[in-house]
């Protein structure tokens, strides 16, 4: 009896170190299937950058624009080592990821992203960043809040809520993945005689010949063997093993991207490319997502590059966002505005995003579809 506890309790013990390895190997596979995570992130957090970076950042003084030094870093090369749109797709890419960035001012007044930094908040004082570190140099100095531009995404960090989320989809992907390899797996059994094979030299051998006969099994489109005597090959696939198809492993891989997509408020048909009611679907991401974004931005730098006075007197950063529709597509819609009289040129370009002029016309208003001024439609007595 004392012996059939002890062959139980040494089993159990072999038992739980096989759980042991089994929980490692799970965590391996689970590490190695984090390209579907870093896909999806890579892939929404770019699709954003990229809108950002076709931003167009203005300099308004009072009615007029100005292309300064500002509207220079800001548009063109903000530092030495960056054009604006790399510039921009790495401030969005670490907003979103990391959940902030941090922007500070060099004393050549190069605009430059920090890798790393630390930050001590204070409650009537302002925060304090030290320990900042860009591209492996650490910055001995300490900057301000007035001193820097920094923007926090949300309230926590996206990858974090994201991760419980991975956890489940990559335990999904995996079991489909394993089930897709074993569908159409390669099975054989080989039976030896031992007798024929106790010589070492013999082992060899036939050591030998069961690899090259695994290897043109595996390679070769048609694989003869020779039989040999004391072996025997026999094929054991075609057993009706079922498995999950491809299409299955696609859609965990786009139900993950969906949610990711959903969390940073990129609709998912876009991401995928679907042609269905792309407009609407553009329209929504342009206004609830790219513009609130570009408000942030625009806050921020609206507080950090002007004086409280400037602010007050008209100096402001003004965004120009990336058009998604044609002026030529517009054409009808600014015909109806203009002849109706409730806008005039400058207003019309405004909107369109373009810089206002100075010539006369473009100041006046016009009604009817005549094209005259108001007043001439009713000196004239144009009722149309």
């Known amino acids: 009896m ?3 506890f002890d062959r139980v309790f040494n089993r159990n013990k072999e038992l739980g170190y096989s759980f042991d390895i ?3 190997e799970l965590f391996e596979k689970k590490s190695e299937r984090l390209h579907m995570k870093r896909l999806a992130f890579e892939t929404c957090i770019s699709f954003l950058a990229r809108t950002v970076s076709q931003t167009e950042f203005r300099v308004r003084n009072g009615d007029a624009y100005v292309k300064d030094e500002l509207y220079y870093r800001l548009n063109t090369r903000p530092n030495k080592n960056m054009t604006a749109s790399t510039f921009w797709q790495k401030f969005i890419s670490k907003l979103i990821y990391d959940n902030e960035v941090l922007i500070i001012q060099a004393d050549d007044g190069d605009l430059l992203i920090a890798d790393d930094f630390q930050q001590k908040e204070y409650a009537v004082y302002e925060d304090v960043f030290s ?5 492996g140099f650490e910055f001995k100095r300490s900057y301000k809040q007035s001193e820097v531009i920094h923007l926090k995404y949300g309230n926590e960090k996206l990858s974090r809520l994201l991760d419980s989320l991975f956890y489940d989809y990559g335990d999904l992907f995996g079991y489909i993945l394993k089930g897709q390899k074993r569908k159409n797996q390669l099975r054989a059994t080989v039976d030896m005689d031992m007798l024929a094979a106790k010589s070492g030299e013999k082992q060899a051998k036939l050591q030998e010949f069961i690899d090259n006969m695994y290897e043109a099994v595996e ?5 003869i063997i020779p039989q040999q005597p004391g072996f025997e090959y026999k094929e054991q696939s075609g057993n009706g093993v079922a498995g999950q198809s491809v299409d299955e492993i696609n859609k965990v891989t786009d139900g993950f991207l969906d949610q990711v997509a959903i969390a940073i408020g990129i609709p998912p048909s876009l991401i995928r490319g679907d042609m269905a009611d792309v407009e609407k679907q553009t329209k929504n991401y342009m206004f609830f997502s790219v513009s609130p974004l570009l408000k942030k931005i625009k806050d921020e730098a609206d507080v950090k590059f002007f004086t409280k006075k400037e602010s007050i007197e008209g100096k402001s950063i003004e965004i120009r966002k990336p058009s998604y529709r044609d002026i030529f597509d517009l054409a ?6 203009v002849s109706s009289g409730v806008f005039n040129g400058n207003e019309i370009r405004s909107e369109l995003g373009y810089e206002t002029t100075d010539e006369k016309i473009h100041n006046e208003y016009f009604i009817t579809k ?5 007043d001439e439609a009713v000196e004239g007595g144009d009722e149309d």
């Open 370 to 374: 005549n094209y005259t001024t108001a």
């Open 22 to 24: 089994e929980f490692l």
């Open 131 to 135: 320990n900042i570190i860009i591209r």
């Open 219 to 223: 390679k070769k489109d048609v694989a």
């Open 332 to 337: 009808t819609a600014v015909d109806k505005l």
């Open 2 to 4: 004392l012996g059939l």
